[in-house]
């Protein structure tokens, strides 16, 4: 009785609140062989609040998304991570973030057959502190502040280092993975609670900021893919390196693990800790939608 309460919850808690249109289609297959462009664009509190493009998302991606927590937090069936769609939907005018919540928890009831309930778990964590000899870090310039980056449009623009330029136009933490050869994050204009978040995403377990570090920061790091939370590549993806770029190591060689990465490149440590978890549980989904 108790779990078809919430499941009941579930449903009721979108009930009332609908895109005004919205599409749902498998995501195309990627242009460039081992590159894989994801993108959630759009939405309240976005320079398009009255639309959103969503381009190669998964289900976990719109569960973390509908119901405000990290990807660490869903518990389903392993294609939540591996099927992947592109989203076109138009918002009623004014819609607030709760709002546009509520219309993407509907948007997977309604077109996946989604239900859910909720529980808590005490699960591994991590606290990132600073490292014995003190951060390597560099301090972002004080009028340096950019605009979020907007959608991705035209040619990627590729970095010496093989890796795509993820700064330019934008702030906050973003990451490339590049078949062979492991995974860079890059930053600018980052807290520490932005490079937190995106560690917890990348190694599936909550981050806690305790490095008392308080500015704003440039860094690149480098690391394998070793022990991180990433769907599977596909099958036979590999990417050349673009012409004049330095060729990196390959991945499994000579990068170390994203723990190793944060300690030897920025000067931070990720300490093993346990903390009580909310989590979002997936008792049925289905993999296709229904129609437009």
């Known amino acids: 009785m108790m779990r078809l309460s919430l499941l009941l919850f579930a449903a009721a808690a979108a ?20 590159m894989m462009r994801i993108g959630m664009n759009g939405g309240p509190g976005s320079p ?12 976990k991606m719109l569960l973390t998304k509908a119901y405000g927590v990290q990807d660490y937090q869903i518990s389903g069936p392993d294609w939540l991570d591996s099927e992947r769609f592109d989203i076109e939907a138009k918002l ?26 909720r529980d808590k778990k005490e699960l591994p964590a991590y606290v990132l502190v600073v490292a014995k000899n003190g951060p390597k870090l560099k301090p972002s310039a004080a009028d340096a502040a950019a605009p979020a980056p907007g959608p991705p449009t035209g040619r990627m623009v590729m970095s010496k280092d093989g890796f795509p330029d993820m700064r330019a136009g934008g702030h906050g933490v973003t990451m ?22 995106s560690l917890a995403g990348q190694l599936g377990r909550p981050v806690v900021d305790q490095t008392g570090l308080t500015g704003k920061y440039e860094f690149e790091v480098y690391f394998s893919m070793e022990g991180l939370v990433m769907p599977p590549p596909p099958p036979g993806a590999h990417m050349a390196p673009p012409p004049g770029a330095v060729e990196a190591p390959s991945d499994g060689e000579s990068r170390p693990t994203l723990q190793t990465a944060v300690q030897e490149q920025l000067g931070l440590r990720l300490e093993s800790r346990k903390a009580p978890l909310d989590l979002i549980v997936v008792d049925h989904i289905e993999k296709a939608p229904t129609e437009n």
């Open 176 to 197: 490339a993975v590049m078949m062979g050869r492991g995974a860079k994050m890059a930053a600018s204009q980052a807290s520490m609670q932005e490079l937190a978040e």
């Open 92 to 117: 009623p005018d004014g819609a607030t973030k709760e709002q546009f919540a509520a219309m993407l928890q509907n948007l997977l009831i309604e077109r996946f057959k989604m239900a859910i309930h």
């Open 48 to 59: 398009d609040p009255g639309r959103i493009h969503d381009e190669n998302v998964s289900l």
């Open 15 to 34: 009930c009332g609140q609908q895109f005004d249109v919205a599409s749902i289609k498998p995501a195309a297959e990627p242009t460039s062989p081992g």
